[in-house]
């Protein structure tokens, strides 16, 4: 079966997804963020990599993080790099995405970074790219409604080898909203190709996905303390309210109560575990504050990698 997001040789040719693509090219692109990691703490502002090529943010949805990362990992390529301020765009004016897409590639844009509240809007660009001969213009999902975050995905997975080294000896435990979190969605594709043995999601039933079973040796726990039990690796989840339809949950407190990562439930992980989180992260809620800044902590961690892992994938799709 076709991959869309490979050409013809298997080099990657857009980064929508982390499901179905090659534990090699996973490898890779960490491979390739490691001497970026370097060259951030040596302070070094840019490299040549991308100069000359246009990248276009188009984030429909809010973000931080991600989209301040991308920014800045495209400009220490030297990319010249345009955010679309959608409420200000001709999108708000009735516009199609393709429309929209159309008019960038006329602005002769060479890669586009997409966060969309639509799940599958990035696949969509890049059919439609690839529709009318338009090969050389990469896509990066940035995050699509519930489906996928692979960059996110990746930093995570970068995160983990930095402080674990080997995948294939891991118990690694992702908490919470898995049901509503596209984050969740990557990490869990990207650890099984990457051969972690002991993958666990936790969480209330309510929000956890009836699919999970498709995933060979993946085992759910509704118990917080069972599940935390001997793990190495925490992914804490934030709670996705603004994608619930319905009461899923009584109150955030009552969440709290029972699924927010304390000192106490952490320590019923092994004694040098490291806690993760996505952000945004709400204190109280899904993480105690004790917890989110201590020493097992890395959530600061994943974000300065994120940086380096956005420049290895658009330096890879620009190879």
Known sequence: MHNPQLDSNGGLRHLLTLDGLPREILTEILDIATPFTEVAE???????????????????????RTRTTFEIAAKRLSADVVNLNVSTSSASKGESLLDTVDNLCAMQADMFVVRHAASGAPFLIAQH????GRKDIHVINAGDGRHAHPT???????????FKGDFTN???????????SRV?????AALKTLGVPDLRVIGPKTLLPATLEQYAGLRVFHNMDEGLRGVDVVMMLRLQNERMNGALLPTPQEFYKSWGLTSERLALANS???????GPMNRGVEIDSAVADGSQAVILNQVTFGIAVRMAVMAMLAA
């Open 184 to 188: 969740a969605r990557s990490q869990i």
């Open 129 to 132: 790219l690839f529709a009318h």
């Open 170 to 180: 891991l118990s690694v435990a992702i908490v919470g909203d898995v049901l509503h």
């Open 272 to 278: 040098d575990a490291i806690v993760m989180h996505p």
């Open 152 to 162: 996110q995905g990746l930093l995570d997975m970068y995160t983990i080898r930095h």
């Open 42 to 64: 040596r302070d070094v502002k840019k490299l040549p990599v991308l100069r000359g090529k246009s990248i276009f943010n188009l984030f429909f949805e809010n973000s931080t």
